[in-house]
């Protein structure tokens, strides 16, 4: 799980970018040697929820992730903070990010 903030310019991908590297820098992957896998074998798949979902770009938040086959999937949710005269809210995003192997 992660969470990613942009403060000024309500940019929903910057945001989105921010909670996967959030996520996964809250996390370790031990367990590639005990099932026989690499790191190469896992498929991923992102869950994003953020105000403005169609103005997230997919593709580069699947490119924060280094390795593994991965799928983004966005959603209404998140939160956006008003400032105080409306022009420049502040936009956030959260992530969880879930990794699977073949059998």
């Known amino acids: 799980m992660g969470m990613g903030v942009d403060v000024h310019g309500r940019d929903a991908t910057r945001a989105a970018e921010r909670a996967v590297f959030d996520a996964?820098?809250?996390s370790s992957l031990n367990l590639f040697p005990?099932?026989?896998k690499t790191r190469h074998d896992m498929r991923i798949t992102v869950m994003?929820?953020?105000?403005?979902?169609?103005?997230v770009d997919v593709q580069?938040?699947?490119?924060?992730l280094p390795y593994g086959e991965v799928t983004v999937e966005v959603k209404a949710?998140?939160?956006?903070?008003?400032?105080?005269?409306?022009?420049?809210?502040?936009?956030?995003?959260?992530?969880?990010?879930l990794v699977q192997f073949e059998e």
């Not at 994003?48 to 103005?55: F, H, K, M």
């Not at 580069?60 to 924060?64: F, S, T």
């Open 77 to 97: 949710g998140g939160l956006e903070i008003p400032s105080e005269d409306g022009s420049d809210p502040i936009l956030i995003a959260n992530a969880g990010v």
């Open 34 to 36: 005990h099932v026989d």
């Open 60 to 64: 580069r938040v699947a490119a924060a």
């Open 48 to 55: 994003i929820g953020v105000p403005l979902p169609d103005a």
């Open 24 to 26: 996964i820098h809250h």
